[in-house]
């Protein structure tokens, strides 16, 4: 395009603009969650997260002293007293439900003939009256104040030290990592059997992998369930990592099946020559050779096994003990939907692991969709 | 700490199980037919007959039991009632049909599936197309890229914080109503509002697709040859017919492939709806419902398989699709 580009600048910038709104468009969710992380309970629930940078505005009002109150100074009575708590700064202020924020700090308002009320900015307030008070009821005054922008990573420390979270990380942890391992073991010999071997039924059975890859998981939780039970292996690990290792086995061996057909078929026929057997093929050539595919797969399963609520669900239970943070996160959802920090802190946590992931290996990841994907395009 | 050790345990058995079977096995194989002596010729001529199977073995046995097991024995489970005690025929089915939740949740489905893949494609069209030769562009496509890494309950979580309701009068928490209100309207409980809650779910799921759809049309967009392009150009094509008319027509074969990859993924949601809404406020979709008959309450197998069936039967033409093209490729 760098010919068109001088005489249509204009079109440059529309096109720089429109990219930089759809991917504004595309990260303000997880922006959200990631600022509401770093914010206590208070300020996620009084304001927005877009607006924690400029500082919260919080109303609130007070009653001022009663007649109790009152010393004389000369010739006036006075009630004196502050109407903020801590170090707050007043921005507006006012004596009427109605129009909480009618005056700016520092105003005078006649309440009523004779007496005076002045709030100013540091939140004191001074009621002066020629005649002494009477009332016993103080008198209200509704305050706006401005807290300047906090964050603070206090939730983070509850969060990791309560205890529910680390658990469930760990949790998570161990279902994920032989999930991810198993399968790409037994996938990379099917697929090299699949890619590089003579056997009749290949055909038909690199079909039937083709055809797996759409089963819903959901069809297999049932009978499965019962399969486990019947064979003694009940809820718990060892069933999870078995059935993510079912369900991960048609995308695992569809893709390094792709890939080590492209592998050169030379070096493969000289090993033969040369005596190598299969095996021996195998291990010292289609394996390094296959790496950029068994890591897209790995990357894949990872990230699918982490982030996967159903099956664990299903597979694990929910006790506190078996809990994996997706299934955590869901109880905090359903259960404390008020304590929003909780809710914000772990969400981040249990997706920063697969962000961390995807950023490092992003090119595996690419590479693999693209093998898994582009058919006949 | 112990859990670590179970794992850590786990990897090593599981990886030292399977070198042992591929090993052990291709050694026993060698023994019995060994490649050398009188019958050479012979021996590796059946030996090379086996290994395949040997290669083969475990993951044939995971697939069959994890796979294909499943949804015979779901297809079986669901022509009996919900303990599994008495055959009905087909009467789960029949009662499916007069089912005003499954009849909603088939509606939603179909709704997703108009929805999504073509919002995701669309997207993942224009952000390709709009990065494509950008200084920032791979920074960008990163960005819209990333939210597939977010698992589905995250998604949930993030999402919550944008359709969140307060009381109108109140400071809004949710950007989507802090936004209503700031154009005049009144905030909504947008996940209670009927056909709008839809709309919002899938927009979640939009989110998440919309990165993997660039990915792969930016790929195919890109490989698309330079003359065609340039002839076009100089013919006097505006930027936008060359991209409706020239690049567009030639990466239909990809939309496509896009377009069926995504159709899977709304067919099976269930994450979503179920930390969002849980199928209320009609919002039931099939996942979720089959979840419910399974899970809830006094499970009723019979009609949660025949849901389960039904799903599976929704995905069947795309099987057959990708089979028919696996196989033209393959010759």
Same mark, same amino acid.
């Given at each position: 395009m760098e010919g068109m580009a001088g005489q249509k600048s204009s079109l440059a910038w529309a096109v720089n603009i429109s990219a930089f709104l759809l991917v504004l468009l595309w990260t303000i969710p997880t922006l959200g969650l990631f600022v509401s992380s770093f914010r206590d309970r208070d300020q996620i629930s009084t304001s927005g997260w877009w607006q924690s940078f400029s500082g919260s505005v919080q109303t609130g009002f007070v009653r001022s002293g009663t007649a109790d109150d009152q010393v004389q100074e000369g010739d006036l009575y006075v009630i004196e007293g502050s109407?903020?708590?801590?170090?707050q700064e007043l921005t507006s202020w006012g004596t009427n439900a109605r129009q909480p924020d009618a005056n700016a700090p520092g105003d005078t308002v006649e309440l009523e003939p004779g007496i005076d009320l002045t709030v100013t900015e540091d939140g004191a307030y001074r009621m002066t009256s020629a005649q002494p008070f009477e009332m016993r009821r103080g008198e209200r005054i509704f305050t706006t104040t401005l807290s300047p922008p906090a964050f603070t990573v206090d939730n983070y420390n509850r969060v990791l030290t309560a205890g529910g979270l680390g658990r469930a990380f760990m949790n998570t942890m161990t279902v994920t990592i032989p999930a991810t391992v198993i399968p790409i073991l037994i996938a990379a010999f099917a697929a090299y059997a699949l890619a590089w071997m003579q056997f009749p039924g290949r055909a038909l059975l690199t079909a039937c992998v083709v055809g797996l890859l @759409? @089963?819903?998981l959901q069809v297999a939780l049932i009978p499965l369930l019962r399969l486990h039970n019947e064979l003694g292996i009940g809820k718990g690990y060892l069933g999870i990592w078995l059935a993510h290792t079912g369900f991960g086995l048609p995308l695992a061996v569809y893709l390094l099946r792709n890939y080590m057909v492209g592998l050169p078929r030379e070096v493969i026929e000289s090993a033969r020559v040369d005596g190598a057997t299969e095996f021996q093929i195998f291990r010292r050539i289609i394996l390094p050779l296959s790496f950029p595919a068994l890591a897209s797969f790995a990357i894949f399963q990872f990230l699918w096994v982490w982030n996967d609520l159903l099956v664990a669900t299903v597979f694990l239970g929910n006790t506190r003990e078996q809990l994996v943070m997706t299934g955590l996160l869901r109880e905090l959802m359903g259960s404390r939907g008020g304590e929003w920090e909780i809710l914000a802190t772990s969400a981040f946590i249990s997706i920063a692991v697969p962000l961390l992931v995807f950023f490092a290996m992003q090119k595996y990841l690419v590479r693999g969709l693209l093998a898994g994907s582009v058919k006949g395009g | 700490m112990e859990l670590l050790w179970l794992a850590v345990s786990t990897i090593a058995i599981g990886v030292f199980g399977c070198v042992a079977w591929f090993w052990g096995s291709n050694w026993l194989l060698d023994r019995i037919y060994p490649p050398r002596g009188a019958r050479a010729g012979d021996n590796i001529r059946r030996a090379n007959q086996i290994r395949p199977w040997l290669f083969l073995g475990p993951a044939i046995l995971f697939l069959s039991t994890y796979l294909v097991y499943p949804v015979l024995d779901s297809f079986w489970r669901s022509l009996f009632n919900s303990n599994g005690s008495q055959f009905v025929g087909l009467d789960n089915y029949v009662w499916l049909v007069n089912d005003g939740k499954f009849r909603e949740s088939m509606l939603n489905n179909m709704a997703w599936l108009l929805v999504v893949p073509a919002l995701s494609t669309l997207f993942g069209l224009l952000a390709a197309q709009l990065t494509d030769r950008l200084k920032w562009g791979n920074i960008g496509k990163s960005l819209i890229f990333m939210p597939m890494a977010i698992s589905f309950v995250g998604a949930g979580v993030i999402w919550k914080f944008i359709y969140e309701y307060r009381a109108s009068g109140e400071t809004q928490i949710g950007l989507l109503n802090w936004i209503v209100t700031q154009l005049g309207g009144e905030p909504q409980i947008w996940l209670t509002l009927p056909m709008w809650n839809n709309l919002l779910l899938m927009i979640v799921l939009v989110w998440i697709q919309t990165g993997f759809a660039m990915v792969i049309l930016s790929a195919a967009l890109r490989g698309i040859p330079e003359e065609t392009i340039e002839a076009a150009i100089l013919d006097g094509a505006s930027p936008l017919q060359v991209f409706f008319k020239i690049k567009v027509p030639q990466i239909m074969g990809t939309i496509a492939v896009v377009w069926t990859t995504i159709t899977i993924v709304v067919l099976k949601v269930f994450d979503i709806v179920f930390v969002m809404t849980n199928g209320q406020w009609g919002t039931q979709v099939l996942a979720n419902l089959m979840y419910d008959w399974m899970f809830r309450g006094t499970p009723d197998y019979g009609r949660g398989s025949a849901i389960a069936i039904v799903l599976m039967i929704l995905v069947t033409p795309i099987m057959v699709w990708n089979i028919y093209n696996a196989r033209k490729e393959v010759r």
């Open positions: 109407a903020l708590e801590g170090t @759409v @089963v819903p | -």
